[in-house]
């Protein structure tokens, strides 16, 4: 199945993991995924949602697998299940002069897998720094 995200970056996944996590008749019924609380040594750390159009989509470098089917397919499927739960995707806030808002810090599947499912924000927490 091929998507677009809010900013006209096409991507595609693979038609058999989509019909395995059947998505087909999946209908969006919230703004974003089911988000559990991220488990973190800093609490403080508030989680948020913001639009998908905020966040710059996430690329692999050139010559480097975009998804992984060990991973998409779990969120795809969780995503059919809203008693189940994902963490928000980590971001980082990027200078006020680029066209995004965030960029993917931790998330690159669960930001795909939702622009697919048709969710319009992401829950996310913002990090400044490399988490050790």
């Not at 677009?4 to 919230?30: Q, Y």
């Not at 002069?97 to 930001?111: E, P």
Request: glycine letters at 4%.
């Amino acid at each position: 199945m091929k998507f677009k995200t809010p900013s006209g970056v096409e991507f595609e996944i693979p038609d058999d993991w989509w019909n395995f996590a059947e998505m087909n008749d999946f209908s969006a019924c919230r703004t974003t995924y089911t988000h559990a609380s991220q488990e973190s040594c800093q609490p403080e750390i508030e989680t948020c949602e913001v639009s998908l159009g905020e966040i710059e989509p996430p690329m692999r470098a050139e010559g480097i697998t975009q998804f992984h089917k060990s991973r998409m397919v779990p969120i795809l499927l969780v995503f059919r299940f809203p008693g189940c739960a994902l963490p928000p995707v980590q971001v980082r806030l990027k200078t006020p002069s680029d066209q995004y808002r965030f960029k993917v810090y931790d998330g690159l599947h669960r930001y795909y897998a939702s622009v697919a499912a048709g969710f319009t924000h992401l829950p996310v927490t913002v990090v400044d720094e490399c988490p050790s």
